[in-house]
Each structure stands twice: as structure tokens, then as C-alpha cells.
């Protein structure tokens, strides 16, 4: 009777372990440097050589992009318990300060798929698809050697 009950006491335990915790270690997942490898914007894909020196670096949950002198930081929030999984970004500098994006992300091994509403406080994408209409935004990056 005594191990029932402790059995179950371990289960509510674990039952009960915040979602924060798991927003922890799945914002690992993101810590570094990545280097973009796609883009498509409202259903057409980017030129490369329009992406191909960017550079996206998480550290805890705040990111900072770089485009040659061109630097900008702001927060990011996750939330890996919803499907698909969902990411906020916040601009902390640039013409977009201040603004969210809000969006949806899934990791394949070193690869990193975002799919963001094209404007800021949009409505967040269901799909890993740019479309047209409304205006989202496809960004494949690889974690950087």
C-alpha cells in the first residue's frame, strides 16, 4: 500500500513540473551562432546573396543579428509545448524596436526552421510555408562550425 502511494505521489511530482522547464532546455537548443541558409518572403525565395553574410546569435534568451555593420539585438520567448512549437521575437533595436514577431520553429539535428508573420504583432503562421497572403516569412538556418 505504502509504495502505491509513493508511486503515485512521484507521478503527481513529475505531472507537475513546469512548462518553464521545458522552455529551458529546449532554449539550449538555440544557444550559439547560426548562419542562414534560406529565405523566403511572402511566397518568394530570397537571392542568396542577400542573406548569405548574415549572422543569428542566441545567448540565453536574447539574439542579436549582424549584417555587416549592421547589428541588431532583442528577446526571444518559446513555447516548445505547443504544436507546432512557438517563438517570439522582440526587436530591441532598429526600425522595428519594440515590436513583436511572432512565429513557429522546429529543429532537424543542426538545422533551425522558423516561419515568422511578415508583420510585426501579425497572426502567427500554422505552417512552415511564406505565403503571400497574409505575409510570412521562412528562414532556414544551420548552427554554425
Avoid: H
Wanted: aromatic share 8%.
Amino acid at each position: 500500500m505504502k509504495r502505491t502511494a509513493l508511486l503515485a505521489v512521484a507521478a503527481l511530482a513529475l505531472a507537475a513540473q513546469p512548462p518553464a522547464a521545458d522552455a529551458k532546455k529546449e532554449l539550449e537548443k538555440f544557444q550559439g551562432t547560426w548562419t542562414v541558409v534560406s529565405i523566403e518572403a511572402a511566397g518568394k525565395k530570397v537571392p542568396d546573396a542577400e542573406f548569405k553574410d548574415i549572422r543569428l546569435t542566441y545567448k540565453d534568451d536574447k539574439y542579436t543579428f549582424k549584417l555587416g555593420d549592421d547589428v541588431r539585438e532583442g528577446t526571444i520567448k518559446i513555447d516548445p509545448t505547443q504544436k507546432p512549437k512557438t517563438i517570439d521575437r522582440v526587436a530591441l533595436s532598429g526600425e522595428n524596436k519594440g515590436k513583436t514577431f511572432k512565429g513557429i520553429y522546429e529543429f532537424d539535428g543542426e538545422t533551425l526552421r522558423c516561419c515568422f508573420a511578415g508583420d510585426p504583432n501579425g497572426e502567427r503562421p500554422k505552417e512552415f510555408a511564406s505565403k503571400e497572403q497574409p505575409r510570412t516569412i521562412l528562414e532556414v538556418t544551420k548552427k554554425a562550425k
